[in-house]
């Protein structure tokens, strides 16, 4: 395995630094400003102005739709080797990564609509979505059952002619907040009485169908992440063109395993990039900051926090990088081991970090003044999106065990799952 930067890698990761300098980190403090004048005036859930301006920008500098391998419809797409430190840079600042036509839940469901989507369904959905022009959701966990197990989706697709009808309800919406949210991707039960993973299928839901809902937005540690938002949705007989499902009925597990994987190791890049901005805020705040006659940096504690912080970072960026790697070359089922290992150990390492970043800043580390308690807020919740951590330590047991006795292949599959 080589991890070595291509000179195209090295170029982009060259010019997502400079922009950053030039317009990421300048700007954090309007991103938050502008979205407590827009809830001062009555209303959060407007998309900032800086985003949009910086888009443009990022597009005519050639940083857009990075995230995408293998599609003739974003041909400046990278493997997820390639993808890897860029979008770690992107993970340095919460807000970045929409900035590049990067961000969650976007990535995700044009990757789901690239590999699985019919040429229509890519034209009307994917094509303005690899635009910038709107925004997605995917819904596929529920309040009412433990959805760390998706067998267990109660959300009804029901066949009626030439339509699907859908009842249910959903939450963790990431992304349907957002008034520019045009298509949700949900995920339900068509056939209860199939086999226990060729129940669910996968079905497109134009956000302004009759019938939907959105009843709140849902807190993380007390940020609501407006204008994205995390919303809990109803869905009362809703009605969509049967034409609206994606590769047929019973695909969905199939679908959320190809869609899970790149979801997953996109978080924990980000997961990175997240742990490397806390390791140097860090030794800034050592370096200037004095405490019984000497800096923080003279601490010993704070030598061995930060000494840590770096074995830490390197050993979880390397294991990423082997996963993207194989993603690559082997596909995500021979992955799956790397996968279930980079999503336990990357936002576990990042906590680890910024608590460390957090109690060297004292009371400021916990405020709004410095980003550190918004970046602990999103690592803690990356332990159960996408998965919590007990699955994935569940699935990875298996697999290790299989190397040594003889299981069936079921008991040994990787999990799909989005949260508790």
Request: charged letters at 25%; a neutral charge; aromatic letters at 6%.
């Amino acid at each position: 395995m080589n991890f070595d930067y291509s000179p195209k890698v090295q170029q982009l990761r060259e010019q997502l630094l400079a922009f950053f300098d030039a317009h990421i980190y300048p700007n954090e403090r309007r991103f938050f400003e502008e979205i407590q004048a827009n809830r001062a005036a009555g209303n959060a859930w407007v998309p900032t102005k800086l985003i949009e301006e910086l888009k443009d920008k990022a597009r005519a500098a050639g940083l857009w739709n990075l995230f995408l391998p293998r599609s003739a419809r974003a041909p400046q797409g990278l493997s997820n080797l390639e993808y890897a430190p860029l979008c770690e840079i992107m993970g340095r600042v919460s807000w970045a990564a929409e900035v590049f036509n990067c961000s969650a839940p976007d990535t995700g469901n044009m990757e789901t609509l690239e590999r699985y989507g019919t040429e229509a369904q890519k034209d009307q959905w994917l094509e303005p979505l690899l635009r910038g022009d709107i925004r997605s959701a995917f819904l596929m966990t529920e309040p009412a059952v433990a959805s760390s197990d998706a067998t267990n989706i109660e959300c009804r697709i029901e066949r009626d002619g030439d339509d699907y009808v859908i009842n249910g309800r959903k939450w963790w919406s990431s992304g349907a907040g957002d008034p520019r949210c045009a298509i949700y991707i949900l995920m339900g039960k068509t056939n209860p009485d199939a086999g226990r993973h060729e129940q669910q299928s996968m079905v497109l839901v134009p956000a302004n169908t009759p019938g939907i809902t959105v009843l709140r937005p849902l807190s993380v540690f007390g940020y609501d992440d407006a204008p994205h938002g995390h919303m809990e949705i109803a869905l009362k007989n809703v009605r969509v063109p049967a034409a609206n499902i994606l590769l047929g009925e019973g695909r969905g597990f199939e679908i959320a395993q190809g869609r899970l994987g790149p979801g997953r190791i996109h978080h924990c890049m980000r997961s990175i990039g997240a742990a490397e901005r806390a390791l140097e805020l860090m030794c800034e705040r050592a370096i200037h900051r004095t405490a019984f006659g000497k800096t923080l940096a003279q601490q010993t504690v704070t030598q061995e926090r930060i000494a840590e912080a770096r074995c830490l970072i390197e050993q979880a960026r390397l294991l990423t990088l082997k996963a993207a790697y194989m993603m690559d070359t082997v596909g995500n089922k021979v992955a799956k081991a790397e996968i279930a290992m980079i999503k336990i150990v990357a936002p576990n390492t990042a906590l680890k970090v910024i608590d460390w970043a957090i109690q060297l800043y004292g009371g400021m580390g916990v405020s709004d003044d410095t980003p550190l308690a918004m970046m602990w807020a999103h690592q803690r919740t990356l332990r159960l999106a996408d998965g919590p951590d007990e699955v994935h330590r569940n699935s990875l047991a298996k697999l290790e065990l299989a190397r040594h006795m003889k299981l069936s292949p079921d008991s040994v599959s990787m999990p799909i799952t989005r949260g508790a």
